[in-house]
């Protein structure tokens, strides 16, 4: 092969290094960056013409210039999502604390959920706790995606109507209970992007509550109400000795969770419906039988 074709041979893998290293940055060329975007960068840069007062001013100025954006969204997201109901009067100390809050949300989707808060509060004032604010202040965007799953897969039973991470099934069998163990038939939460660490950032966060905690036992004679995103079941057990075991949202999760809205997460409705199945009859609030697959 001529050296001309076996340059020509090597060049597209050049170009598509080329290429490639084009989109790569380095650790440091990636700090130098935003220590500049954030006006901080004179060491590494050594630029010698401002001073540190000059240099303190940029900063702040650009600091201030990107609260200002950031409010100015939130407030137009709120107010493009908004309707003719009639408003009431947010406090005005809860009103000075979100926007003390507010001003530092820099990302679309968080700026959207504070976007519903600030809509929710003019529409209800009181609907949202300081503690609200003050926990989503320290959830980043990676958590409050995960307080989004627990929220996909949460249900409600009974009188109770919140929010609830149903995680087994527990059978006890008669007589013999206190002789043997009762089955526990599990619902794996991890299946669907839930698993227990993800929980365990819930605890810690305030949002879920860190006891596993377990129903009364659910009578023949009656069938428990149970609720999963928006639809309504009625569920009669099969036997005697059936209880649920679950997580249940604490207060302030309670809180968030309303929100955000409800939205089905199919697979998991479909592996809920067959685990249900098999301990109850289970059937829609108005008594038309769910029919689950085997």
């Avoid at 004179?42 to 630029?47: A, E, K, Q, R, T």
């Avoid at 003019?122 to 307080?147: H, I, W, Y």
């Avoid at 949460?154 to 087994?168: P, R």
């Avoid at 023949?220 to 309504?232: C, I, N, P, R």
Wanted: aromatic share 6%; proline share 3%; net charge positive.
């Amino acid at each position: 092969m001529s050296n001309d074709n076996q340059d020509a041979a090597r060049s597209p893998e050049k170009h598509s290094k080329g290429e490639n290293n084009s989109h790569i940055k380095s650790c440091q060329a990636r700090t130098k960056e935003l220590a500049s975007q954030y006006a901080i960068d004179h060491l590494i840069s050594g630029d010698q013409e401002k001073d540190i007062t000059e240099r303190t001013l940029l900063r702040n100025k650009r600091e201030t210039q990107r609260q200002q954006e950031n409010l100015e969204r939130i407030f137009k997201l709120a107010y493009d999502s908004s309707n003719d109901k009639t408003a009431g009067d947010p406090d005005p100390d809860w009103l000075y604390h979100f926007i003390s809050i507010a001003k530092n949300i820099h990302g679309a989707a968080m700026q959207r959920l504070w976007s519903q808060i600030l809509k929710q509060e003019v529409s209800t004032p009181g609907s949202t706790s300081l503690k609200a604010l003050d926990t989503l202040k320290n959830m980043t965007n990676r958590e409050a995606q995960t307080f989004h799953r627990a929220c996909m897969l949460a249900c409600h039973f009974g009188n109770d109507h919140n929010k609830k991470l149903l995680t087994s099934i527990k059978v006890r069998h008669g007589i013999l209970s206190l002789l043997r163990s009762p089955s526990n038939d599990k619902l794996a939460l991890g299946n669907y992007q839930l698993p227990y660490s993800n929980l365990l950032v819930l605890m810690d966060l305030g949002l879920l509550l860190r006891s596993e905690l377990e129903s009364g036992e659910i009578t023949l004679e009656s069938s428990l109400a149970f609720g999963y995103q928006g639809t309504h079941y009625l569920l009669k057990p099969v036997k005697k000795g059936i209880t649920l075991t679950y997580y249940r949202l604490s207060p302030t999760g309670q809180e968030i969770a309303k929100l955000l809205g409800m939205k089905n997460h199919e697979p998991y409705k479909e592996s809920l419906l067959e685990l249900l199945s098999k301990h109850f009859i289970v059937e829609k609030s108005d008594s038309s039988q769910v029919k689950v697959s085997a």
